[in-house]
């Protein structure tokens, strides 16, 4: 038979079962293992992750679009393919972003914004005989 397994519960009410109030006891939070805080900022690889900000999110768009429009290989195939509506999906999420934070974004993410719409937007029209470039 399995060892049984032991836990511990603790009443965090502000009250008793008979109604009378608690006294308030100041609790620290749990410590983060250090495994698991090393964790939170490496990938697999042990390499440390880059820091997520705007430029990042929109370049993690751009680079999927890239490979739905069969430019750059998919890094898990390692072969060129396309998929044409889910690269429009792309765009259009691009572009919904650029609508929505009009305004918010400083010249340098608005600039970089513009310039992947416009990117991905003249690729998808090459590869749907649109335009030719």
Do not use: H
Not at 24 to 38: F, I, L, N, R
């Amino acid at each position: 038979m399995d060892e049984e397994q032991k836990f511990n519960v603790t009443d965090k009410r502000g009250f008793t079962e008979d109604g009378t109030s608690r006294p308030v006891t100041e609790e620290k939070p749990a410590e983060t293992p250090p495994a698991a805080a090393a964790s939170e900022t490496k990938d697999k690889s042990g390499e440390p992750r880059p820091p997520i900000d705007f430029p990042s999110y929109i370049l993690g768009y751009y680079t999927q679009g890239m490979v739905l429009l069969g430019e750059i290989p998919n890094p898990y195939t390692n072969k060129k393919e396309e998929d044409a509506e889910s690269a429009r999906n792309i765009i259009d999420i691009l572009a919904l972003l650029e609508q929505k934070t009009k305004g918010n974004l400083s010249s340098e993410e608005s600039q970089l914004v513009e310039s992947v719409l416009y990117e991905l937007r003249m690729k998808f029209m090459a590869k749907t005989s649109r335009i030719k470039l």
